[in-house]
């Protein structure tokens, strides 16, 4: 008996911040590949297609990256600041939020 089948797995490149036209979000998008690959007895053995993605992390809308572009974006996600890096550098303030209670 043979088994065989496909496998789908999905990886991400980088995230970068890009505009969604479907809801209007601006924000981290992931850069994603999609790889399927033809299996035996549940061994993956060759890649059979693979597929980039952008994903907008607020509706899921995916828009596909042509593969020339995908050096591109990796370098733009790879000057962008993280969200983290972009927290820890907002000016602070002396004084409180909210006013001092009697």
Not at 61 to 89: F, H, W
Request: charged fraction near 15%; include cysteine; hydrophobic fraction near 35%.
């Amino acid at each position: 008996m043979l088994i065989y089948g496909w496998q789908r797995q999905l990886h991400t490149l980088a995230t970068l911040t890009a505009y969604c036209g479907t809801c209007r979000c601006s924000g981290p998008h992931g850069l994603r590949k999609f790889v399927t690959k033809f299996s035996l007895f549940f061994i993956p053995l060759f890649a059979v297609s693979n597929e980039h993605y952008l994903e907008c992390p607020v509706c899921g809308v995916r828009s596909t990256v042509p593969p020339r572009d995908i050096p591109n974006l990796v370098a733009q996600a790879s000057i962008q600041p993280s969200p983290g890096e972009m927290i820890r550098t907002l000016p602070r303030t002396a004084e409180p939020a909210w006013p001092d209670l009697p």
